[in-house]
């Protein structure tokens, strides 16, 4: 199983909108609704962000928003503010029982 | 509130295994699937693979078939995961992780492997 493709950076000035993407196949991100972000500062255990695609956990501000595409899901951050800067990783059920992360994106805010 | 904390960090030699625990707590164990995930220093996160706890059935990432083994205690709430055959490239973080709605994470054991 192939690691969900990130862009390895994306910026942003402070209020702008960014979108991360995650891509993957038809065995994975195409096929199913379970499609989940985490957000990791530097040594921190990652947080869920947003799961099933489009829901995001009680306490997640709604600036973070999620969709899917056929085998493309994304994350919109709204309003980036300075403590945005973090990793991101994106992560899918895949066809076997398996799970899938994608290979992360560093988000800096100018 | 939902907490995992695991065991203490860890440095092992080469070949040897390496057991690491995730103890549960603020909900009931057996009703969610627990994850482990791991990431190498300064790298991403990879899925290793995960139980349910209250049957006992594991799935693994294939690439670590052969020599991980995830287990529970339920009487204990606590999860396992014990990793053989230990190389460098196995030096990392790994983390449990409950399944509910997304995964919510332990904070994370550091194993060293040297040679």
């Known amino acids: 199983q192939s690691a969900l493709t990130q862009p390895a950076s994306v910026s942003g000035s402070p209020r702008q909108s960014i979108t991360i993407s995650c891509t993957g196949t038809s065995s994975d991100v195409g096929s199913y609704n379970l499609v989940s972000w985490y957000q990791q500062h530097p040594g921190k255990a990652p947080k869920l962000m947003i799961y099933e695609v489009t829901k995001r956990p009680s306490g997640v501000s709604n600036r973070f928003s999620g969709s899917k595409s056929a085998n493309t899901a994304s994350l919109t951050i709204s309003g980036l503010q300075a403590e945005d800067e973090a990793d991101y990783y994106c992560c899918s059920y895949a066809r076997g029982t398996s799970y899938v992360f994608g290979t992360g994106t560093k988000v800096t805010v100018l | 509130q939902v907490q995992l904390v695991q065991s203490g960090a860890e440095v092992k030699k080469s070949g040897a295994s390496v057991k690491v625990s995730c103890k549960a707590s603020?909900?009931?164990?057996?009703?969610?699937?627990m994850h482990w995930v791991r990431q190498a220093p300064g790298q991403g996160l990879e899925w290793m693979g995960w139980?349910?706890?209250?049957?006992?059935?594991?799935s693994y990432a294939q690439k670590f078939q052969g020599r991980v083994t995830m287990t529970r205690d339920t009487s204990i709430s606590t999860a396992y995961m014990e990793l053989s055959k230990l190389i460098s490239d196995d030096t990392a973080v790994y983390y449990c992780a409950r399944e509910k709605e997304g995964l919510t994470w332990g904070q994370g054991t550091l194993v060293t492997v040297s040679s």
């Open positions: 603020g909900y009931t164990f057996t009703d969610h699937y």
């Open positions: 139980i349910n706890p209250n049957s006992g059935d594991t």
